[in-house]
């Protein structure tokens, strides 16, 4: 005599009662992005699922114990931390002493250098200080700018440096995977992009691209990449929360 458990097909797709499915029977990729309920039924069973046997664990036994596993701070956290410090602090002595910096001439300082650029860090600050063709011009002013082009660039820098300060407040999620979160992965690919532009843009006089082109693309090229990462990202996210449930599966078996 079978039990009614054991006779219904466990499928992970949502089709069927169960939870688990054999390994010859889980749906290829085509099959689960023709089934618009799998994703949900299966993230509803998961959380059901560990919700259960959590709820069993406390009902068997009122402790359950847990190995903690540490190593004290002394000697076995200190000796490590002080052996890697002093490997790179050793690695950088070695590469002072054999490779120097090179001496440039004395600086004069009643002669201006024909270009002014500052740390390599700092190009895409450098560069928003250069978007005075975005600074508008208004009639209300008789066709004069509300604000000189070198006051745009400084208010230029607030608006970004405000922006990515605000970004950890708005998204408070707990997604460890640019995959769990398409749209901030996006985000976060075309700021770097915007960073690499803009710091192009500042030494434009270096690049050799044509002016305007190289402000168009300043502005095009990061939005762009956020699309095609969120395109990417969003095409692959059903199926890699497909794998990891199931791979959530195969370590707590169901009972």
């Not at 699922?49 to 004290?72: I, M, N, T």
């Not at 009643?110 to 002014?116: E, K, L, M, Y």
């Not at 915007?194 to 192009?200: G, N, P, R, V, Y």
């Not at 006089?205 to 044509?210: A, E, K, Q, R, T």
Request: charged share 20%.
């Amino acid at each position: 005599m079978t039990d009614d458990n054991d006779t219904n097909e466990t499928r992970t797709d949502g089709s069927g009662p169960g939870i688990v499915a054999p390994d010859d029977e889980v749906p290829t990729w085509r099959e689960r992005k023709e089934r618009t309920q799998g994703l949900s039924r299966l993230t509803y069973e998961y959380f059901e699922r560990a919700r259960r046997e959590d709820q069993d664990l406390r009902q068997e036994s009122s402790y359950v114990e847990r190995d903690v596993l540490g190593f004290p701070t002394w000697p076995h956290e200190l000796i490590r931390n002080l052996a890697l410090t002093s490997f790179f602090v050793g690695m950088i002595l070695f590469l002072s002493a054999t490779l120097p910096p090179e001496m440039l001439d004395v600086a004069d300082p009643s002669t201006t250098p024909a270009i002014i650029l500052p740390d390599w860090y700092l190009y895409w600050s450098f560069g928003l200080l250069k978007l005075g063709p975005l600074n508008p011009e208004l009639s209300l002013l008789g066709g004069e700018k509300m604000m000189a082009d070198r006051t745009y660039g400084v208010v230029a820098n607030i608006v970004v440096v405000g922006i990515i300060a605000m970004v950890p407040f708005l998204n408070k999620g707990s997604a460890r995977r640019p995959v769990e979160q398409p749209f901030w992965a996006a985000v976060g690919v075309g700021g770097v992009v915007f960073a690499m532009t803009i710091s192009a843009l500042a030494v434009k006089n270096l690049v050799p691209i044509d002016t305007h082109l190289l402000f168009d693309l300043t502005f095009l090229l990061p939005i762009v990449a956020g699309t095609i990462s969120y395109a990417v990202l969003k095409s692959m996210r059903e199926g890699y929360m497909f794998d990891l449930n199931r791979r959530y599966y195969r370590l707590r078996p169901p009972k």
